[in-house]
């Protein structure tokens, strides 16, 4: 079990579909993704299949193959996605030891795209512009 990293991911931010902070990668056809808030526990990434996502892979999380690579996804669960990746060949992907007190980048997921014929992620409006109008000067 990693140390407490220092670095944490808004459950509900006001722009969705929102990135994600990586727990783990599996080495896979399609590679196995499981998504947290906190760098422990696996967290929510209220992702839906056809979603077109990029991953960011840090140094020190292995797998630096991933980094920058996009792939559309399938919804398995509320916390783990396939991507359309492959990486069987590519190095593990780890969660580096943190020190107390260290700070780091966390590998994440951002979302860039969805697949034209489904179109449903990209509609949905999390800002409640009746209670909190957005007022453009």
């Not at 196995?32 to 991953?55: C, K, S, W």
């Not at 509320?78 to 593990?92: E, G, K, L």
């Not at 979302?111 to 007022?135: A, D, F, K, R, W």
Request: proline share 8%; charged share 10%; net charge negative.
């Amino acid at each position: 079990m990693p140390n407490t990293p220092n670095y944490y991911a808004q459950p509900f931010p006001m722009f969705q579909r929102a990135m994600r902070n990586i727990l783990s990668i599996t080495n896979d056809e399609n590679a196995l993704v499981t998504t947290t808030f906190d760098g422990i526990n696996p967290g929510d990434h209220q992702y839906g299949t056809g979603l077109i996502a990029r991953l960011y892979i840090p140094d020190g999380f292995g797998m630096v193959q991933a980094n920058e690579l996009k792939g559309i996804i399938t919804k398995i669960n509320d916390t783990q996605f396939t991507i359309d990746i492959d990486t069987t060949n590519f190095d593990a992907f780890i969660i580096p030891n943190y020190q107390p007190g260290a700070f780091g980048t966390p590998a994440q997921v951002v979302p860039v795209g969805e697949i034209h014929s489904i179109l449903t992620e990209s509609t949905q409006n999390v800002l409640n512009t009746i209670q909190n109008p957005i007022i453009l000067n």
